[in-house]
């Protein structure tokens, strides 16, 4: 993000020799929610030979786990401290409303990068905006917020140390269209009087 910047800025003189980026390979990435989509991402973390460690409501079965090379912590706060990256995967629920907040980010690393996919008020965003100012932790990638899209004047976008997306995390045409057939396969299923593929509220 930062580099892009370096390199289309009118001011770009020369390429410093000295900017440096983080490692992914070999870094460890907290996964907080192991649901269908928080496996999908322990998955491709894998492929970068990522340390993996996961929190979930339900651990995964072993043989699951195994798979991805991915380590159960039962406690958040474990997860938080030994972290790189903190993904974010979680339904929004009265449980996980503001999940991470200052107490929370003060357990990550000062080096790490906080990454939100899943509902924008699972963070407490007045805790981020201070806990980026005070460089309490790296950096923050946030394809959601609250509310969306956030005001114009809001601290969030005036901070150098984060990047922010307009919840485009399944905005590709290919996933649109799955989406869509997934949607239409529901419906036949209820009209045939079939099982539901997807259902949201398992019998």
């Known amino acids: 993000h930062s580099g892009c910047?370096?390199?289309?800025?009118?001011?770009?003189?020369?390429?410093?020799?000295?900017?440096?980026?983080?490692?992914?390979?070999?870094?460890?990435?907290?996964?907080?929610?192991?649901?269908?989509i928080g496996y999908k991402v322990?998955?491709?973390a894998r492929?970068?030979?990522?340390?993996?460690?996961?929190?979930n409501r339900n651990r995964r079965r072993k043989e699951e786990e195994e798979a991805v090379g991915a380590q159960y912590c039962e406690r958040m706060e474990d997860l938080l401290q030994q972290s790189d990256f903190v993904m974010l995967v979680v339904n929004l629920t009265p449980q996980t409303h503001k999940l991470i907040g200052k107490k929370e980010l003060g357990l990550m690393k000062p080096t790490a990068t906080l990454i939100n996919i899943s509902r924008g008020a699972v963070i407490d965003q007045d805790a981020l905006v201070?806990?980026?100012?005070?460089?309490?932790?790296?950096?923050?990638?946030?394809?959601?917020?609250?509310p969306e899209p956030l005001p114009r004047e809001h601290p969030l976008l005036k901070l150098?140390?984060?990047?922010?997306?307009?919840?485009?995390g399944t905005a590709t045409t290919q996933a649109i269209h799955m989406m869509a057939e997934e949607a239409i396969a529901n419906m036949l299923a209820?009209?045939?009087?079939?099982?539901i593929p997807s259902e949201v509220f398992p019998k």
């Open 42 to 44: 322990a998955q491709r």
């Open 130 to 146: 201070e806990a980026l100012q005070k460089k309490v932790i790296r950096a923050a990638a946030l394809d959601v917020t609250y």
């Open 5 to 36: 910047h370096i390199a289309v800025s009118p001011d770009t003189k020369h390429f410093a020799v000295d900017w440096l980026g983080v490692e992914v390979t070999k870094a460890t990435l907290g996964i907080i929610g192991m649901g269908s």
């Open 160 to 168: 150098n140390n984060i990047i922010i997306t307009p919840h485009i």
């Open 47 to 55: 492929a970068f030979n990522m340390n993996i460690l996961y929190h």
């Open 190 to 195: 209820v009209l045939n009087g079939q099982p």
